[in-house]
């Protein structure tokens, strides 16, 4: 198993005008805070974009992942 720390650059998808993570790349139809991608406009990773752009209920979820216990 590849420990999650190692993933530190997601992908994230531009939907609309909000970058969303999303954890199983570009095929990805969910974003990580459960909105439905439905206008994807472009993909790219989470540094390149910068954390302050990205929606905060994914970085959220990626900050702390559902069953994770809390650091
Ligand atoms: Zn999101």
């Given at each position: 198993m590849?420990?999650?720390?190692?993933?530190?650059n997601p992908v994230v998808m531009?939907?609309?005008?909000v970058w969303h993570i999303v954890e199983s790349g570009r095929a990805s139809d969910?974003?990580?805070?459960?909105?439905?991608?439905?206008?994807?406009r472009?993909?790219?990773r989470l540094r390149t974009v910068g954390r302050e752009n990205?929606?905060?209920a994914c970085l959220r979820g990626y900050d702390q992942p559902p069953?994770?216990?809390p650091s």
């Open positions: 590849t420990p999650r720390a190692v993933e530190q531009l939907n609309a005008s969910v974003a990580l805070c459960g909105l439905p991608l439905r206008e994807r472009a993909h790219s990205v929606c905060p069953g994770s216990p």
